[in-house]
């Protein structure tokens, strides 16, 4: 019997306020320092539209991005907000979210892969179904490098 292929994710959501719903995101916890409540954040002007603005973590200035804004949907608006503190290409960054889920192991047989709509996506690295949720399961690395600037070989630029 073969070993079946796991990784830990951090399980997050984000309330779409058009359909009065949660939809669902999951992380590699690789990338993710530390989950956090949402503190002060500083705005910071003629920055990206997905950098809301600046915050503190241990001493560090770090910006901070809503994965609303990256995840292009239509209110941006963060409700209940925590701040996954995650590590990209060495550099520290906070993402915003509504709410997070748990942290769970997700076996990558369980993963869907096919799905058509991953074709047109190239941050997303898979669907899992979690109960009754569906999470869609993110590159988080490479959405991250192509919004704010850093261009990996294979990578769509993106500006968020």
């Known amino acids: ?19 009065d719903r949660k939809e669902y995101y999951a992380v590699d916890t690789t990338s993710i320092h530390k989950i956090r409540p949402l503190e002060s954040i500083t705005r910071v002007p003629n920055t990206l539209p997905c950098i809301v603005g600046i915050t503190n973590y241990r001493g560090k200035v770090i910006p901070v991005i ?17 701040l996954l503190i995650a590590e990209i290409k ?5 993402l915003l979210v509504d709410g997070i889920e748990q942290v769970s192991e ?4 369980d993963m869907d892969v096919t799905s058509s709509i991953l074709d047109n996506s190239p941050y997303l ?32 630029q993106r500006e968020c």
């Open 1 to 19: 019997m073969s070993k079946s292929i796991s990784s830990y994710m951090v399980i997050f959501n984000l309330y779409d306020s058009t359909r």
């Open 66 to 82: 809503n994965m609303k804004t990256l995840l292009e949907f239509p209110n941006t608006e963060i409700r209940d907000s925590r």
């Open 90 to 94: 060495g550099k520290l960054l906070g």
């Open 106 to 109: 997700i076996s990558l047989e």
């Open 125 to 156: 690295r898979g669907v899992v179904k979690q109960d009754d949720k569906l999470v869609l399961v993110i590159d988080i690395e490479r959405l991250i490098s192509s919004a704010i600037g850093v261009k990996d070989d294979d990578a769509e």
